[in-house]
């Protein structure tokens, strides 16, 4: 997890973490990045602005840069050049990374115990969310006795209890079956219109991100570029999915 600080990098050279210019609450701008590593460059002047509360699906080739691009705005990484602003974000990996000696509500309350408060207070915290997002019940369950999309939402669970309004989720479903996956893509758009956060979503489901996001953007293979950036129409009709998936496709040919 990491917040933003006050930072624009021309030359961080080895790509040392770097904290995040700050920029207007809950937003996201990225302006002329390049990140390159041991000589191959991952991303190529990327240019992207993300508004509060909106949420941008990133799709492309695999390698092309899109979990570099979720660790800059995290501050995991800093650019070679160009510049990164935005408000604090918190990264979402694809593996669950649950504690399997704590319980599900620990978990879930892990966030705000780091940030100093009494385990008590923070299960206080994480305690409401558990029956508004289907978890109720299986607050003292261990990982190991609960199902994949059960462990994905403690996981959103915990990445919502940073406390951070950025949310950067990288692949959270890559690992559930096509029925869960579909299932947490309901989910998802359920808990995030009961919880607003701004998302950068990367995913390397195309219908996934049509489903999910008001934009999507694609990206080129190495070095990772916007290629194409398509909006996604609110009545989100299912005609109109498949029509931004197909668009998606399109500039995902070579």
């Known amino acids: 997890m ?45 240019d992207l602005d993300v508004a509060a509360h909106e949420i941008v699906a990133v799709v492309g ?6 979990t570099t691009l979720l660790e800059l705005v995290c501050g995991l990484q800093a650019p070679d050049t160009g510049s990164v602003r935005g408000d604090r974000a918190v990264l979402m990996p694809q593996r669950d990374g649950l504690l399997p000696w704590l319980s599900a509500i620990d978990n879930a309350a ?38 994949g999309g059960m462990r994905q939402r403690v996981a959103f669970l915990r990445t919502l209890l940073s406390g951070k309004p950025v949310l950067c989720l990288d692949e959270p479903f890559g690992a559930l079956d096509a029925l869960t996956r579909r299932e947490m893509q309901d989910w998802l758009a359920q808990a995030l219109a009961r919880e607003p956060r701004t998302v950068l979503l990367v995913t390397h489901d195309v219908e996934e991100a049509a489903r999910l996001a008001h934009r999507v ?17 609110a009545s989100r009709t299912e005609a109109e999915v498949l029509e931004v998936r197909e668009r998606a496709l399109e500039a995902l040919r070579p």
């Open 110 to 147: 892990l966030a705000p115990r780091l940030a100093g408060a009494s385990r008590d207070a923070a299960r206080a915290q994480a305690h409401p969310l558990f029956a508004a997002f289907g978890l109720d019940g299986f607050e003292r369950a261990r990982p190991h006795e609960l199902s």
């Open 2 to 46: 990491a917040a933003g600080g006050s930072q624009t990098v021309s030359d961080r050279g080895a790509g040392r973490p770097a904290e995040v210019t700050p920029g207007s609450a809950g937003e996201i701008h990225l302006a002329g990045v390049t990140r390159t590593f041991g000589g191959v460059r991952a991303l190529d002047g990327v």
């Open 217 to 233: 953007l694609v990206m080129s293979p190495r070095p990772g570029r916007v290629v194409a950036e398509l909006a996604v129409p």
């Open 61 to 66: 080739p695999s390698g092309c840069g899109k």
